[in-house]
């Protein structure tokens, strides 16, 4: 079956240590993936997606990266987290359909 | 990027009542997505809409795709206490990135 997984669902990290989000997905073959980040429980702001290996198109400039190190994973990262970095990060795989998202990443930074 | 623009961006309603909320872009797209975030979730697909003027309904939920393929509208009917969530509205133009709009945030009082 087709699924996308993503974790962990929670994360508390001090300010400046390092952040690794991964995203996974089963049952496909070079998926076009998303990271976005959501803000006080609302709008979903695009930060990279990837259409293959290697290939990452980054939306905003910002203390974040991502890397496309497999097929199907997708990792979202950070050298040193800042305050700001706090808050909800889903991952999503465009399908014909639309978009299909993780259970997301709740970030704080403390 | 583009702006969606969702309206009301909050309501506070009773268990019972029906719900109706749009998105408008500036531009003309030919699909439309409605998506519902049930708190601490990625966004789950409700509805796709792919012809002007089509009408969708899924359960007590109905959208429909502007005529003008500039805006979409979602109503929900005799609204119940898990209808509560975010619910996000997405457009896109021939097979480019989706973009979503700013959600409009549900509280169904009981």
């Known amino acids: 079956s087709q699924t996308i997984h993503q974790w962990p669902a929670t994360l508390v990290q001090p300010v400046g240590s390092p952040l690794s989000l991964e995203c996974t997905v089963e049952?496909?073959?070079?998926?076009?993936l998303y990271w976005y980040r959501q803000a006080a429980g609302r709008g979903l702001q695009l930060l990279f997606y990837?259409?293959?290996?290697?290939?990452i198109s980054s939306e905003v400039p910002q203390n974040l990266s991502a890397s496309r190190p497999q097929d199907r994973q997708f990792i979202l990262s950070s050298k040193k987290l800042l305050l700001s970095d706090s808050g909800f990060y889903l991952c999503?795989?465009?399908?014909?359909?639309?978009?299909?998202f993780g259970s997301g990443t709740r970030l704080t930074v403390v | 990027g583009q702006q969606l623009n969702q309206s009301p961006q909050s309501m506070f309603i009773q268990e019972g009542e029906d719900v109706s909320m749009n998105c408008t872009s500036s531009s003309i797209f030919n699909t439309w997505l409605w998506y519902k975030q049930d708190p601490g979730e990625g966004p789950v697909l409700l509805i796709a809409?792919?012809?002007?003027?089509e009408l969708t309904s899924n359960g007590r939920l109905t959208a429909q795709f502007g005529i003008t393929r500039k805006d979409s509208f979602l109503n929900i009917s005799a609204s119940i206490p898990s209808d509560v969530g975010i619910y996000f509205c997405a457009g896109q133009l021939w097979g480019n990135q989706f973009y979503f709009g700013t959600g409009t945030s549900l509280t169904v009082i009981p």
């Open positions: 999503a795989w465009r399908r014909p359909a639309g978009y299909t």
């Open positions: 990837s259409v293959g290996i290697g290939q």
């Open positions: 049952g496909t073959s070079n998926p076009n």
């Open positions: 809409l792919y012809k002007a003027g």
